[in-house]
């Protein structure tokens, strides 16, 4: 039960960030990425990955992060003992893109920005969702890209990279998402 | 009336017609709005809750991240259903995430709590549904869809109903009112009409009013069929009645014709019997007249022919020879039997007729028996026979004191003729409860057991008796009614060879108070001998003097208080006195030569009975009898009697009028009152009598009641009114059976009263000298 309390603890606090708390338990301790974190695994629900990736066939649902880790230790407090689909969430940290193999989302920290152009090119035939908060993300072929709107933290898709992972998002996260970039018609 | 029967039956169909019809449709409408509306509630909440379904599916992400806008466009697709007041969209924390609201609808209400486990929840209000649905998400509640929808259109739908209902029961209502006017007619008119006819016939009698047939099978054709059936029925029985009426009314003219036909006759009857009557009561009296007729002219010869030839045995006119003896006795026996057989026949007859009257009086056993065993008392002697008396002094019975003697008299009668020579005969009485028991007890030869009821019969007699001749037959059968008339019973109780006794019960008395006796003037002829003073101051002296005296039949009075002796002479006027002589405070001599001086009481006979052997000094004083003590009973009898004798010579120039219509007992009367040396003179009728005492008056009236003209007691009441003649001695001699209130009569007024059905004629000699006797004063006034 202590799970679940903190899983709805989880979504809330998305949803209150910054101009309210989520509870009396946790007052103003939550932050951008604690928001973030319940995000990526928020993802995971709406996002259905290849079969015969290894992401799909592992026992576990995986987080990596990028070497550059802006969470600390807050990305696997909020999600220890979670679970999507069954699978229990684990939080993996590892030093480069390459090792993102059996991950199912890699979040790309915004220091890495120099470098984003080789991580995408390493993960860019691994069924990996990638996320970060650098500005720019998803313009330059990352998948989701978080974005600071106000108060509130939003996020944009872009699906044509999403695609050619083979990843398939659902449709309600497209519709919440505050731009899409689709690809182009079969046509160009 | 009938219009009221009218409406009232009409006006009650109309309304249960109506009231069936509003009822039934009232509830078929209000189960109909009812289900409807209930039915359309229920599809509302189901749509409702579709609504916050996909409300909620599509508000899923745009709660996981943080999207209101997304949510608020989610709701305001709810502007389609104008029915949706308001919506929202709750976090699960309870926090508003994003609301959609009708323009007007007023502000969003606070959300309502689902309860846990359930995912919805919806409330139906006055005006408004609501409804909250939780928004899940794999497995986890995200936020809850809340939903406000106006009832408006159930209203309207519910207006619209009523609307509907209400005219469909107008109509219906109608209808009913057509439907009831139709049946009115059919159906209230023929019972209206019932009811009126039914009416009329109740308050006109006329049965013969019909009601009008309807058409149809129905029960009020059933009825009114029925009604008529009935009336006819009425109308036959009424006619039938009335016949029968009629008829009735002839029968009673009949019956009352026949009643008065029978009461005439009956009258007719009742006259015949009357004079039946008449005449029976004349046969009764012609009878009774007959009998008394009988009793008086059989008797009248019969004691002529006793009497001369009772004189004629006495040889008193001459010697006769043996023969003569003989015959004159013959002619005395059987004279003597037709006499009895005459007292039988006449005591039966009347008897049987029911006339004999008795006069009940307080009758001393003893004396009766002493009186009867003295009449018989030569025959007793003649036959040797041993007479015992057994009875109680004082015994006393309720009797007719004749009646009693006689039945005694008969009982001791046949005791006699049945015993034979020698043999022993007891007459016997006791107290038994109330009644007297007296029995004759005989050592005659006894009586057989089949003759035993027979002897009561009238003229049966003994067949072995030897001796029939001598009785009448009819002694038994009379005494037994006698004994039945007292109240008692009469038996026989006998062994063949060893006598027969005779006994009967009569109602019994209490005893005479001692003494009474004295100076009471109910015992004059009643037989009693003369009174006897006895005059003695030694008390057993005196009860041995009254014992002797009494046994022989005297009168006997003791004087205790030798002073007082002349005074109690003078008041008790005794014949003869006897008289001590050694007493206190006089002596006897003192007494003697008083009595003897007193002209009140010289002729009274004074008997001294002393102890002191002075017969010269008695002499010379006066005394008649002088008696030395102890006293034998025989002397003391026989010096009593001397002294009576003596007196009756004295007062031999005493003399009696006879008054009688018969020569033969005149002569007879005058014969026997001669020979006791007294002066007699008669009278035939009335008349002569009345003469006579008018010219001289006798010292005493011998009458006979039955006397041509003036009767006897014509003569005695006028005797007794005249003053001169008003204590005149008076004896009645007749043959006459008399009543017992003429008896109470003449024993008031006269001295004695003798009977000329019995042995009568010593009686009478008995009775003139004891009035003489006691009577002095008479022969003073002369």
Partial sequence: ?188 | MSTTKDRSIAERLTWMNMLVCGVALVLACAAFIGYDLATFRAARVRNLSTQAQIIGANSITALLFDDPESATKTLSALKADPQILSAAVYTTEGKPFAAYSRPGSGPLPAPPSIPRGQSEKYWIGKNEILLARSIEFDGAPSGVVFIRSDVEALNKRLELYVGIGSIVLLFSLLAALVVSAVFRKSVAQPIVRLAETAKAVSLNKTYSLRVPQVHGHGEVSVLIDSFNDMMEQIERGEESLKEAHDKLELRVIDRTAELVAAKQELEAYSESVLRAKEDIERASRFKDQFLSTMSHELRTPLNAVLGFSELLGDARYGPLTERQVRYVNHIHTSGQHLLRLINDILDLSKIEAGRLQLSIERVSVESCFAEVCGSLQPLVDKNAHKLIRDVPSGLVVHADATRFKQMLMNLLGNAIKFTPKGGKIKLAARQAGEMVRIEVRDSGPGIPEDERNRIFEAFHRLRQSDKAAEGTGLGLAITRRLVELHGGQLDVESQLGSGSCFYFTLPGACAPEAGKTLGEPGVRGSGALARVLVVEDDPSAAYLLESQLSSAGYEVAICDQPERAVDLAIEFQPAVMTLDVVMLPVNGWDVLSRLKSDPRTANIGVVMVTVMDQRNTGALLGADEYIVKPVDKSVLLSAVERCLSRRNHADARNSILVVEDDAATRELIADLLAQNEYSVTSAEDGEQARRQVQASMPDLVLLDLILPGISGFALIAEWRKNPSTANLPIFVLTNKDLTSEEKDYLRANTRALISKHGEWRDDLVREVERVQRTAPQLTGAQ
């Fill in chain 1, 1 to 188: 039960m202590g799970c679940r309390l903190r899983r709805l603890c989880i979504a809330l606090s998305a949803s209150a960030l910054f101009f309210s708390v989520c509870s009396q338990a946790q007052p103003q301790q939550v932050n951008a990425y604690q928001v973030q974190a319940a995000y990526l695994y928020n993802f995971g629900k709406f996002v259905t990955w290849p079969d015969g990736s290894p992401a799909s066939q592992s026992e576990t649902f995986t987080i990596c992060v990028l070497d550059g880790d802006p969470f600390g230790d807050t990305l696997h407090s909020t999600l220890v003992g979670e679970s999507v689909g069954g699978k229990p969430v684990v939080v993996k940290r590892i030093p480069k893109a390459e090792d993102a193999g059996a991950c199912h989302i890699l979040f790309i920290g915004s220091a890495q920005g120099r470098d984003l152009g080789k991580i995408l090119i390493a993960v860019d035939h691994i069924s990996v969702l990638t996320v970060s908060d650098m500005p720019g993300f998803s313009k330059r072929g990352g998948m989701i890209q978080f974005v600071l709107e106000g108060n509130r933290i939003r996020f944009e898709i872009n699906l044509e990279s999403a695609q050619k992972s083979h990843l398939v998002f659902a449709s309600e996260l497209l519709k919440v998402a505050e731009a899409v970039i689709k690809p182009a018609p079969p046509g160009d």
